[in-house]
């Protein structure tokens, strides 16, 4: 059986927590920054958790995900 390979972009973009479910950036937060609030910056900063509906896909990109 041949190895699996790895999507390189979803690499880039998810990381696995230990218990298993993955994290990704915010969006909205790389330009036009200016008129949105200092709360609302801080909050787009902080990593969110993937949705249990788009886990199985994330998962399949990342099949050696540790």
Wanted: glycine residues 4%; hydrophobic residues 35%.
């Amino acid at each position: 059986m041949p190895k699996l390979k790895t999507r390189r972009a979803a690499a880039k973009r998810f990381r696995k927590t230990g218990s298993g479910k993955f994290m990704r950036r915010h969006a909205f937060h790389n330009h036009l920054l200016d008129h949105k609030s200092p709360k609302r910056k801080r909050f787009l900063g902080t990593m969110a958790v993937v949705d249990e509906t788009d886990h199985d896909r994330v998962c399949r990109m990342l099949p050696y995900a540790s």
